[in-house]
């Protein structure tokens, strides 16, 4: 089985400040790791993805996430905040591989203070 | 990129009636669908993958009956709520397999259905 923890169902940064959303997961087998970003009224769009190779992943918009394998992590991060970075973060799991059966965490809602 | 297209984006209906929910895929032909379900302070819940021409296939703990899917062409998948009740009143989302995408990056989502039942 797997899931997801998303620590922290909203979070509040400043604008220019470090943005940290944190993801934990369990999986029997080695994940395949996602970050989905979902703005007001739009679907769930991919904002980056970790299958194998470099732990280290960069998405779209700045962001970027670390597969931590001891730490059963995939935080979230991007160096400066940006108004239009304020949205709905969902963190996922997938064992397959395939987007089969594809398992999601809570969500994050973060909101950027001017 | 690919989208996805649901409908509709919010309905209010009285407990007892049914309701459908439309989800589309514009510009690609999605063989497989997904059907999630999120309540209020909870994660996405996958509740059912529907597959064209064929019987959608339920995760446990979802009824059929009560939620009947419908892949009756490439491009459109429907979800319809029966004899719907208060505690249905839920966020529903559907996810659309694009299979000439990458194999990392074939899967969009709607932008989802918020349903209350009164």
């Known amino acids: 089985a797997q899931s997801v923890t998303q620590l922290g169902s909203h979070v509040s940064v400043s604008e220019g400040a470090l943005v940290l959303l944190r993801c934990n997961y369990s999986s029997s087998v080695p994940p395949y790791l996602f970050w989905y970003v979902q703005y007001p009224n739009q679907g769930l769009q991919l904002l980056l993805k970790y299958t194998t190779g470099a732990t280290l992943v960069k998405g779209i918009n700045g962001f970027e996430a670390e597969f931590k394998k001891s730490e059963t992590s995939f935080h979230l991060t991007k160096p400066s905040a940006h108004m239009s970075d304020a949205a709905e973060y969902f963190c996922a799991v997938s064992e397959s591989g395939g987007y089969q059966k594809v398992t999601f965490g809570i969500g994050t809602k973060l909101q950027v203070i001017p | 990129g690919a989208v996805v297209s649901q409908h509709p984006s919010r309905v209010i209906c009285k407990s007892g009636t049914s309701v459908k929910i439309e989800c589309r895929s514009l510009d690609f032909q999605a063989t497989t669908m997904f059907w999630y379900r999120q309540f209020p302070k909870q994660s996405l819940m996958l509740m059912a993958t529907s597959n064209e021409g064929s019987k959608a296939t339920y995760e446990q703990g979802v009824e059929k009956d009560k939620f009947l899917i419908n892949h009756a062409s490439l491009t459109l998948s429907t979800l319809t709520v029966t004899s719907a009740h208060p505690e249905d009143s839920s966020f529903y989302i559907c996810?659309?397999?694009?299979?000439?995408?990458?194999?990392?990056?074939?899967?969009?989502f709607g932008s989802g259905t918020q349903l209350s039942v009164l």
């Open positions: 996810s659309a397999r694009d299979p000439g995408q990458l194999a990392n990056e074939k899967l969009f």
